[in-house]
C-alpha cells in the first residue's frame, strides 16, 4: 500500500514531550517528511530525511524513523506548537509523486 | 528569500477550468535544482499532492487527476501554473503553490523529498 496512516489526534500537556506516528510501507525506502500547519496557515516543513531541521525549526523538534514508521517528536511541548502535523514520503504505488498521511491534530493542554 | 504567490480566480463554474498561477519571487523558476509544484486541502481535510514540474523536464501529476491537469512553467514571467478541466465541487480546495526539491538520498539509501517553500494559498469555490 502506498498509503501513509497517522493517528487523527495527539494531546501532551504543556512541557512533557509528545511523539507524532506515521506508518507506510514506502517508509521502508523513504524517509518520512513532517510539515507542521497551524490554523489558518500555509504548512511549514519541520523535519526531512534523517532528522533533518531546516534553519529557525527549534531542536525541540527532531524525527527518527523504523522499518515502516517514521516519528516526529517534540521534547518540551509548547503551546504554539498545537497544530496539525503532516508526514510525506514519495509514493511507492506509481500512482503519485508524493503521498501524505491524514494528519495528526496536537492539542497542547 | 524565496516567496511563492498564488492568484487566480476565487470561483470556478462546474464543467469549467480552473487556472491558477504562482509568481516566483526571489529567486529564478530556472533551476534544475527544484521542482514547482500544487497541493490543495479541501476544507477541513488533509493536504493533496497534485504535480509537480521542473522548468526543463516533464510535470508529473497524480494519476487520479492525469487526465484534468496540466502544470506549466512560464521562464519570461517567473511563474508556474495549474489548469483544472471539468471541475466538480470535490475541486473546491484551498490551493498551494510549492518549491519542492528533487530526491536526495541518504547514506543509509533511503531517500527523501522536501516542500520548503509554501505560497500563502488561494482558495477556490466551485459553484454556479
Known amino acids: 500500500s502506498s498509503e501513509l496512516t497517522q493517528d487523527p489526534a495527539v494531546s501532551v500537556a504543556l512541557g512533557q514531550t509528545v511523539e507524532i506516528t506515521c506508518q507506510g510501507d514506502?517508509?521502508?525506502?523513504?524517509?518520512a517528511t513532517w510539515y507542521q500547519q497551524r490554523p489558518r496557515q500555509a504548512p511549514l516543513l519541520v523535519i526531512y530525511g534523517n532528522n533533518n531541521r531546516p534553519s529557525g525549526i527549534p531542536d525541540r523538534f527532531s524525527g527518527a524513523s523504523s522499518t515502516n514508521t517514521a516519528f516526529l517528536t517534540i521534547t518540551g511541548a509548547r503551546a504554539e506548537d498545537e497544530a496539525d502535523y503532516y508526514c510525506t514520503s514519495r509514493d511507492t504505488s506509481g500512482n503519485r509523486l508524493v503521498v501524505f498521511g491524514g494528519g495528526t491534530k496536537l492539542t497542547v493542554l | 528569500q524565496l516567496q511563492l504567490h498564488e492568484s487566480g480566480p476565487g470561483l470556478v463554474k462546474p464543467s469549467e477550468t480552473l487556472s491558477l498561477t504562482c509568481t516566483v519571487s526571489g529567486g529564478p523558476v530556472t533551476t534544475n535544482l527544484f521542482y514547482w509544484g500544487w497541493i490543495r486541502q479541501p476544507p477541513g481535510k488533509g493536504l493533496e499532492w497534485i504535480g509537480s514540474?521542473?522548468?526543463?523536464?516533464?510535470?508529473y501529476y497524480d494519476l487520479s487527476l492525469k487526465s484534468r491537469v496540466i502544470i506549466s512553467v512560464d521562464t519570461s514571467k517567473n511563474q508556474f501554473s495549474l489548469q483544472l478541466s471539468s471541475v466538480t465541487a470535490a475541486d473546491a480546495a484551498l490551493y498551494y503553490c510549492?518549491?519542492?526539491?528533487?530526491?536526495?538520498?541518504?547514506?543509509?539509501?533511503?531517500?527523501?523529498?522536501?516542500?520548503?517553500?509554501w505560497g500563502s494559498g488561494t482558495t477556490v469555490t466551485v459553484s454556479s
Open positions: 510549492v518549491r519542492h526539491s528533487d530526491l536526495f538520498y541518504s547514506n543509509s539509501g533511503r531517500g527523501y523529498y522536501y516542500m520548503d517553500v
Open positions: 514540474i521542473s522548468y526543463s523536464g516533464s510535470p
Open positions: 514506502s517508509l521502508r525506502d523513504y524517509y
